[in-house]
């Protein structure tokens, strides 16, 4: 067995003795510390190697055990739960939403009024844009946060947002919020006391007092924001530097470098984790460590950072989880989700932005022969680690098309992802979409997309058949993130197809960033028509609940087994199989505008004896020439009929 050394061992005896907790109580934290310390130690000796780790690793502990002996009793027994069920956000019965909530509810309390439309929709997991004290003005949607112990005001309380976790809670729907790692606002106090020169806090940046190191770094990293917020690095007269600003120059990078700043962050995760937070979604994480002649992503530093941050999350609030928000190529996803030594330590949810890049491709080119390549291409996922599947987020959509990718397949991918971004601004020839250009960069001719998903279907103000077409491309792209096998979750108003808020700049501080557009508030008179079919809200709905419905009742969606896209097939169809112990699975979508071939042998090969389409309830058998049509813009989801009868559809 494992132990954590003497001295923490009493340490955390003492804290124990004055807290007067229970034998029991104690003892499990005492088990947890000694299970977890090396996960703890090994990063940050790797991390801080001229530092001391030992300290930094037992005044961690110490955090923990204050924050494990505040958690309440229903907390703790959430950990308990957890514990006992360590595959529950792979289970088929999970599907999130994702929202700002004074766009959804206006309050933290009104949300609490609206858990019965979400659980309409068959939402266990709530994503809660930020809501956590920003700067005043432009915020990049609350990304910028002056205060992380403070709820934004118009929201409501940390009461209110204690009261909307246990609401939650009680209704089965996990929260999530963001925690906003890689820069504050430059009005946080932390940046407030580096400007007034107490060193200690120029210390959490990376500030420089001229161009050079800047103009080193500059070589090699991208820019994020290229139109309203070019370069990395931004002069303050108050320092008398430059600041290191990969985002808006008013988002100050925090120097990971400095395990101060790792501390200060242990204390808002427990903080949070104390509030009823049961997933962190650990914001541009992919950013947090600089190295001298790289982008400065996904540097291997990152993922002993997240492995310190979970570790110590998990001796004091077990349930706790992490997901990864790093929209990066395909080829760097995967760490986040634990690789090598970082297997089961680091994040149990990514964001599949590659499966959501090539859902968008697959749509507007009517082919699915670079799909196919890409999604087969991406190395295996660690066994608790889960996809976040999704069509729309609260973001634009950058082309990540990877070039190899393209290359090993004949296409150009500088081509491709143009075409992408003109195809959804509506400019290509023939398109259907509705979107919007966000960041042309003029140097590198990359641009991406913003829209809401009903818009870029091309939905808005579609009528007759071409809102039934665009309505099956939009069934067809959710029965993708459904059936893949990870987490899907909904952007708000995406579930009533939502068109582009035409007065997205209106409002202060918005003007210059069209993410706004696709971010709309909730239409309540709209969402009253969604239980009448005759309505696009009502078909949209109805959709998604259905698609809820089925996923619940499939055990082989479950996570845990991969779904493996299947390489040779007609061009216009994806195809994955997904082998689970519970019975084998084929998933099978046909993305053009007219009837597509499939090979039954598939569905035979996988032992599927009495093939059945859950999705639209019917059997399925082969023509003469093995083959099977499936209809244009359709979505199957095979597997073997329930009661075990052979059916001809
Ligand atoms: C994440 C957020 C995005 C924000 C950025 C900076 O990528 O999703 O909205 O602009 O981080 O915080």
Known sequence: MMRAPEQVRRTTAAHL???????????????????????????????????????????????????????????????????????????????????YADRFAGTLMGLTEKVDYLSELGVTYLHLMPALKPRDGDNDGGYAIADYRTIRPDLGTTDDLR???????????????????????????????????????????????????????????????????????TWDEDLQGWVWTTFNEWQWDVNWANP?????????????????VEVLRLDAIAFTWKRMGTTCQNEPEVHDLTQVLRTVARIAASAVVFKAEAIVGPRDLVPYLGVGRHVGRVSDLAYHNSLMVQIWSMLASQETFLARHALTSLPATPPLGTWITYVRCHDDIGWAIDDRDAGEVGVSGFEHRRFLARWYDGSFP???????????????????????????????????????????????????????????????????????????ADEPGHEDDNRWAHRPRLDWTAAERRHDRRTVEGRAFAALSHLAHVRTSLPQLHAQAPSRVVRDTDNGILAAI??????????????????????????????????????????????????????????????DRPDGQGVVG
């Open 430 to 504: 023939g398109s259907w979409a509705d979107g919007m250009l966000f960041q042309v960069n003029e140097q590198t001719g990359d641009m991406r997309t913003s829209g809401t998903t009903a818009s870029l279907l091309g939905m808005g103000g579609a009528t007759g058949e071409r809102l039934d077409t665009a309505l099956s491309r939009y069934v067809l792209a959710h029965a993708m993130i459904y059936g893949w096998g990870g987490l899907p979750v909904i952007w708000s108003g995406d579930e009533l197809a939502t068109p582009n808020d035409p007065n997205w």
């Open 163 to 233: 009261h909307l976790a246990t609401t939650l809670r009680g209704h089965g729907i996990s929260l999530v919020m963001d925690l906003v790692l890689n820069h504050v606002a430059r009005e946080h106090e932390w940046a407030e006391r580096a400007r007034s020169g107490e060193q200690r806090y120029r210390d959490y940046f990376h500030i420089f007092p001229d161009r050079t190191v800047p103009d080193a770094y500059e070589r090699t990293l991208p820019e994020v924001f290229p139109d309203f917020a070019p370069g990395n690095f």
């Open 17 to 99: 003795r004055e807290s007067r907790c229970t034998a029991e109580h104690g003892r499990a934290l005492l088990v947890r510390i000694d299970r977890f310390w090396d996960d703890l130690l090994q990063p940050l000796e790797r991390l801080y190697p001229d530092g001391d780790p030992g300290a930094v690793a037992a005044d961690l502990v110490e955090r923990a055990t204050r924050a494990y002996l505040e958690r309440t009793d229903d907390l703790h027994l959430l950990d308990y739960k957890r514990a006992l069920t360590p595959d529950w956000l792979q289970q088929p019965g999970q599907v999130g939403y994702a929202c």
């Open 260 to 276: 101060d700043v790792l501390t200060e962050y242990v204390d808002i995760i427990l903080f949070l984790a104390n509030l009823g």
């Open 578 to 639: 997904r082998e689970h112990p519970s019975g084998p699975m084929v998933t099978v979508y046909n993305v053009t505008e007219s009837w597509r071939p499939f090979a039954y042998a598939v569905v035979a090969g996988m032992g599927i004896g009495s093939p059945w389409n859950a999705l639209g309830d019917h059997g399925i058998a082969p023509g003469e020439d093995g083959l099977v049509w499936l209809p244009p813009l359709s979505a199957w989801w095979i597997v």
